[in-house]
């Protein structure tokens, strides 16, 4: 008995001293840092609170009312003060209609906002308020500097105006999207900024805001199909500025009208055009259907059945999208029309003179 308990005793110090042995090799060998506990400090880099603190209440609710009643809303922010003024950008969608606009600042004050001008084309309106009532300015970016990836967050009134200032992030999911829009019937295409960030209705007219806490587009619900998740849209700051000093004087921006009918080539089948006659090879473009005298199509020679397939070099898609290209043109520009008529390609000069509005 006494034989069997020294043995035991023996076993328990061997165990103990190799114990003691592997701990003190793991913690002096430094090969052995994966076996080591270590205590861990996360720190998180993915904060955007300083960006959000540069933009958040120069960010307003923009209210729309008709006849004495709310009638919608939408998000607004402000991009300039003078010494008497505030202005405020939105969605022309947003005040559209509107006999009073009132916005609803950061503070939860509400104040009269006046409407200077708007284009639905665009769909951007500027408003103005009261200086002392401008608590922030937002700093003004420049989308093209952006990339596919890049972070990007969201000010606005999403749903209800409950959830005023609601921040949303994301990503730049797509560069330079033409997006297909109807207005009053009338189908053209806008430039925009894809992002997956939450994009819904009060939303519109909102800042798309990069890490550096700068606008680099307008929101728009207006550029999203309802069908679809995870796609928002904004206007390039670059598009919404462009023609902000006339729209801050109320003026109207004036397009380019060329004086033709068209129709698309997919459209081609519907329309039973038995006078044309096209090479398979000609994918895209849009055929001429008719040209009013005077206008600039015909002193540009262009004539029924032409099939103008580029401007200035750029493929034409479809008859919106040469509305678009176009439309970037002033009042007094030329381009360069390339057409197909009968088989062959030929090149025309086109000069805009007349616009939107002009009796021709």
Do not use: W
């Not at 861990?40 to 008709?66: F, G, M, P, Q």
């Not at 596919?148 to 969201?154: N, R």
């Not at 606005?156 to 959830?163: D, K, L």
């Not at 007094?332 to 390339?338: A, F, N, Q």
Request: glycine share 10%.
């Amino acid at each position: 008995m006494r034989e069997r308990i020294i043995n035991i005793v023996i076993i328990l110090i061997v165990l103990c001293l190799g114990i003691t042995g592997t701990l003190y090799f793991v913690n002096e060998d430094p090969s052995n840092d994966t076996l080591v506990n270590k205590n861990v400090n996360i720190t998180s880099n993915d904060s955007i609170s300083e960006s959000i603190d540069k933009v958040y209440d120069a960010v307003v609710v923009v209210n729309n009312y008709l006849g004495g009643r709310l009638a919608g809303y939408g998000s607004g922010f402000v991009y300039k003060k003078d010494a008497d003024y505030g202005y405020i950008m939105t969605n022309n969608h947003v005040v559209e209609d509107a006999t009073e606009i009132r916005v609803t600042l950061s503070n939860g004050e509400d104040v009269q906002a006046e409407v200077l001008g708007t284009d639905s084309y665009m769909d951007i309106a500027v408003l103005r308020i009261d200086a002392d009532n401008v608590l922030q300015v937002a700093e003004i970016g420049d989308s093209t500097e952006s990339k596919l990836g890049d972070t990007v967050f969201t000010v606005g009134t999403p749903v209800s105006t409950e959830y005023a200032g609601t921040v949303t992030k994301g990503i730049i999911s797509g560069e330079n999207r033409e997006i297909t829009v109807s207005n009053n019937g009338t189908e053209y295409m806008m430039e925009a900024i894809q992002i997956d960030a939450s994009i819904n209705p009060g939303n519109s007219g909102g800042p798309l805001v990069n890490i550096n806490g700068e606008v680099i587009g307008v929101n728009s619900v207006k550029l999203v199909e309802s069908s679809v998740e995870g796609m928002g849209f904004a206007i390039p700051i670059e598009v919404a500025m462009s023609q902000i000093e006339k729209l801050e004087k109320g003026e109207e921006i004036a397009r380019p009208v060329i004086g033709v009918s068209l129709y698309d080539l997919d459209s081609l089948p519907l329309i039973g055009n038995s006078d044309l006659r096209l090479d398979s090879s000609i994918k895209s473009g849009v055929v001429v259907n008719s040209v009013e005298k005077g206008s600039d199509a015909e002193a540009a020679g262009i004539e029924r059945n032409d099939v103008i397939i580029k401007v200035d070099g750029v493929s034409v898609k479809v008859s919106a999208h040469l509305k678009y290209l176009l439309y970037k043109h002033n009042i007094g520009d030329s381009v360069k029309l390339t057409i197909i008529r009968d088989g062959n390609e030929k090149e025309l000069t086109l000069k805009l003179t007349q616009q939107l509005g002009d009796s021709n």
